[in-house]
Protein backbone atom coordinates (compact mmCIF):
# COMPACT_ATOMS: atom_id res chain seq x y z
CA UNK A 1 0.00 0.00 0.00
CA UNK A 2 1.44 3.26 -1.30
CA UNK A 3 1.79 5.72 1.53
CA UNK A 4 3.34 9.46 1.32
CA UNK A 5 6.71 10.73 3.28
CA UNK A 6 7.34 14.33 3.79
CA UNK A 7 11.40 15.81 3.84
CA UNK A 8 11.54 19.66 4.64
CA UNK A 9 14.53 20.65 3.14
CA UNK A 10 16.36 24.21 3.94
CA UNK A 11 17.72 26.16 1.76
CA UNK A 12 18.31 29.55 -0.06
CA UNK A 13 16.52 30.70 -2.95
CA UNK A 14 17.54 34.14 -5.09
CA UNK A 15 15.16 36.24 -7.16
CA UNK A 16 16.18 39.99 -8.88
CA UNK A 17 20.12 39.44 -7.34
CA UNK A 18 18.79 38.78 -3.60
CA UNK A 19 19.00 35.38 -1.31
CA UNK A 20 15.92 34.27 0.94
CA UNK A 21 16.05 31.68 3.50
CA UNK A 22 13.26 29.22 2.48
CA UNK A 23 11.86 25.43 3.53
CA UNK A 24 10.82 23.40 0.70
CA UNK A 25 8.85 20.31 1.30
CA UNK A 26 10.02 17.08 -0.37
CA UNK A 27 7.30 14.84 -1.08
CA UNK A 28 8.10 10.72 -0.83
CA UNK A 29 5.37 8.22 -2.65
CA UNK A 30 5.87 4.77 -1.82
CA UNK A 31 6.33 1.56 0.14
CA UNK A 32 8.95 -0.11 1.86
CA UNK A 33 10.62 -0.91 -1.36
CA UNK A 34 10.12 1.81 -3.90
CA UNK A 35 10.10 5.64 -4.39
CA UNK A 36 8.90 8.35 -6.40
CA UNK A 37 10.50 11.49 -5.06
CA UNK A 38 8.87 15.27 -5.91
CA UNK A 39 10.90 17.83 -5.98
CA UNK A 40 14.87 18.68 -5.14
CA UNK A 41 15.46 21.18 -2.98
CA UNK A 42 18.92 22.69 -1.68
CA UNK A 43 20.67 19.47 -0.82
CA UNK A 44 20.39 15.96 -1.93
CA UNK A 45 21.48 14.50 1.25
CA UNK A 46 18.46 14.74 3.42
CA UNK A 47 16.46 13.73 0.32
CA UNK A 48 18.25 10.48 0.34
CA UNK A 49 18.23 9.87 4.23
CA UNK A 50 14.41 10.07 3.77
CA UNK A 51 14.05 7.65 0.84
CA UNK A 52 16.20 5.15 3.57
CA UNK A 53 17.59 2.62 1.00
CA UNK A 54 14.51 2.32 -1.35
CA UNK A 55 14.37 2.24 -4.84
CA UNK A 56 13.38 5.09 -6.59
CA UNK A 57 11.73 5.43 -9.34
CA UNK A 58 11.92 8.56 -10.95
CA UNK A 59 12.29 12.53 -9.51
CA UNK A 60 10.06 14.60 -10.62
CA UNK A 61 10.27 17.97 -10.49
CA UNK A 62 7.17 20.21 -10.48
CA UNK A 63 8.74 23.47 -12.17
CA UNK A 64 12.53 24.56 -12.98
CA UNK A 65 13.04 27.30 -10.33
CA UNK A 66 16.08 26.72 -8.29
CA UNK A 67 14.69 26.20 -4.86
CA UNK A 68 13.30 23.01 -6.73
CA UNK A 69 15.92 21.81 -8.23
CA UNK A 70 19.39 22.63 -7.12
CA UNK A 71 20.04 18.93 -5.95
CA UNK A 72 18.62 16.76 -8.35
CA UNK A 73 21.74 16.19 -10.32
CA UNK A 74 23.24 14.79 -6.60
CA UNK A 75 20.33 13.38 -6.45
CA UNK A 76 19.81 11.09 -9.25
CA UNK A 77 23.70 10.47 -9.01
CA UNK A 78 23.13 8.83 -5.64
CA UNK A 79 20.03 6.88 -6.87
CA UNK A 80 20.12 6.44 -10.65
CA UNK A 81 16.81 7.43 -11.25
CA UNK A 82 15.69 9.68 -14.09
CA UNK A 83 15.07 13.51 -13.51
CA UNK A 84 11.40 14.77 -15.40
CA UNK A 85 10.77 18.07 -15.86
CA UNK A 86 8.50 19.91 -18.08
CA UNK A 87 10.09 20.86 -21.31
CA UNK A 88 8.78 24.55 -20.93
CA UNK A 89 10.63 25.38 -17.63
CA UNK A 90 14.44 23.89 -19.06
CA UNK A 91 15.45 27.45 -20.25
CA UNK A 92 15.25 27.64 -15.61
CA UNK A 93 16.97 24.33 -15.87
CA UNK A 94 19.79 25.57 -17.83
CA UNK A 95 20.83 29.03 -15.41
CA UNK A 96 21.05 26.11 -12.60
CA UNK A 97 22.68 22.67 -13.99
CA UNK A 98 24.32 24.01 -17.28
CA UNK A 99 25.64 20.77 -19.16
CA UNK A 100 23.79 18.27 -17.33
CA UNK A 101 20.35 17.87 -18.85
CA UNK A 102 16.81 16.61 -17.13
CA UNK A 103 16.14 12.89 -18.65
CA UNK A 104 12.74 12.62 -19.27
CA UNK A 105 10.01 15.60 -20.50
CA UNK A 106 7.09 16.19 -17.86
CA UNK A 107 3.72 16.47 -20.03
CA UNK A 108 0.65 16.54 -19.61
CA UNK A 109 -1.24 13.02 -18.61
CA UNK A 110 2.10 11.93 -17.99
CA UNK A 111 1.07 8.52 -15.89
CA UNK A 112 3.62 7.42 -13.03
CA UNK A 113 3.18 3.82 -11.10
CA UNK A 114 4.65 3.43 -8.01
CA UNK A 115 3.90 0.96 -5.30
CA UNK A 116 0.03 0.10 -6.38
CA UNK A 117 -0.80 3.83 -6.97
CA UNK A 118 -0.84 6.59 -9.78
CA UNK A 119 0.08 9.85 -9.60
CA UNK A 120 -1.33 11.45 -13.05
CA UNK A 121 1.03 14.93 -14.35
CA UNK A 122 -1.67 18.03 -14.62
CA UNK A 123 0.12 21.04 -16.61
CA UNK A 124 -0.85 24.01 -14.02
CA UNK A 125 1.54 27.10 -16.24
CA UNK A 126 1.16 30.17 -14.01
CA UNK A 127 4.21 30.23 -11.51
CA UNK A 128 6.24 29.10 -14.12
CA UNK A 129 5.56 28.26 -17.68
CA UNK A 130 5.94 23.91 -17.39
CA UNK A 131 4.74 24.05 -13.53
CA UNK A 132 2.85 20.93 -13.20
CA UNK A 133 1.30 18.84 -10.48
CA UNK A 134 0.76 15.77 -9.74
CA UNK A 135 -2.60 13.81 -8.53
CA UNK A 136 -2.89 10.83 -6.95
CA UNK A 137 -6.70 9.84 -7.21
CA UNK A 138 -6.33 6.75 -5.03
CA UNK A 139 -4.51 8.48 -2.24
CA UNK A 140 -6.97 11.46 -2.43
CA UNK A 141 -3.98 13.81 -3.10
CA UNK A 142 -2.62 16.67 -5.32
CA UNK A 143 0.85 17.82 -5.53
CA UNK A 144 1.14 21.14 -6.35
CA UNK A 145 4.72 22.45 -5.72
CA UNK A 146 4.44 26.64 -5.80
CA UNK A 147 1.33 26.87 -8.05
CA UNK A 148 -1.67 26.42 -4.87
CA UNK A 149 -0.67 26.97 -0.75
CA UNK A 150 -2.73 26.94 1.71
CA UNK A 151 -4.19 30.69 1.42
CA UNK A 152 -4.44 31.04 -2.64
CA UNK A 153 -2.12 30.58 -5.75
CA UNK A 154 1.72 30.55 -5.48
CA UNK A 155 3.01 33.39 -6.28
CA UNK A 156 3.56 35.41 -9.37
CA UNK A 157 6.98 37.61 -9.35
CA UNK A 158 9.46 34.60 -10.41
CA UNK A 159 10.85 34.18 -13.61
CA UNK A 160 8.59 33.90 -16.48
CA UNK A 161 5.53 34.24 -14.13
CA UNK A 162 2.18 35.34 -14.45
CA UNK A 163 -1.05 36.12 -12.29
CA UNK A 164 -3.57 35.51 -15.30
CA UNK A 165 -2.60 32.15 -16.15
CA UNK A 166 -1.94 30.65 -12.92
CA UNK A 167 -5.41 31.52 -12.10
CA UNK A 168 -6.67 30.00 -15.22
CA UNK A 169 -4.43 26.63 -14.16
CA UNK A 170 -5.93 26.65 -10.91
CA UNK A 171 -9.52 27.17 -11.49
CA UNK A 172 -9.77 24.76 -14.69
CA UNK A 173 -7.54 22.28 -13.16
CA UNK A 174 -7.63 21.87 -9.78
CA UNK A 175 -10.64 23.83 -8.56
CA UNK A 176 -12.04 20.82 -10.31
CA UNK A 177 -10.87 18.23 -8.39
CA UNK A 178 -13.08 16.75 -5.63
CA UNK A 179 -13.25 18.94 -2.23
CA UNK A 180 -11.47 16.41 -0.05
CA UNK A 181 -8.46 16.14 -2.07
CA UNK A 182 -5.38 16.93 -0.10
CA UNK A 183 -3.15 19.68 -1.26
CA UNK A 184 0.50 18.88 -0.46
CA UNK A 185 2.54 22.08 -1.50
CA UNK A 186 5.65 22.99 -1.84
CA UNK A 187 6.22 24.95 0.88
CA UNK A 188 3.99 25.33 4.16
CA UNK A 189 1.29 23.45 5.29
CA UNK A 190 -0.89 21.23 3.76
CA UNK A 191 -5.06 22.24 2.22
CA UNK A 192 -7.73 21.04 0.60
CA UNK A 193 -9.57 21.74 -2.67
CA UNK A 194 -12.59 22.57 -0.68
CA UNK A 195 -10.65 24.80 1.67
CA UNK A 196 -9.13 26.81 -1.07
CA UNK A 197 -12.26 27.66 -3.31
CA UNK A 198 -12.77 30.99 -1.71
CA UNK A 199 -8.94 31.75 -1.51
CA UNK A 200 -8.68 32.17 -5.38
CA UNK A 201 -10.24 35.00 -7.29
Not at 19 to 34: A, K, Q, R, S, T
Not at 164 to 190: F, K
Amino acid sequence: MARIDKAVVSGVFSLDGADFDVDNNVWLVGDDDEVLVIDAPHDAAPIIDAVGGRRVGAIVLTHGHNDHITAAVDLRSATGAPIWLHPADRMLWDTVHGEAAPDRELTEGTRFEIAGTTLIALHTPGHSPGSTCLHAPDLATVFTGDTLFCGGPGATGRSYSDEPTILRSIRSRLLTLHGDTVVRTGHGEDTTIAAELGNVR
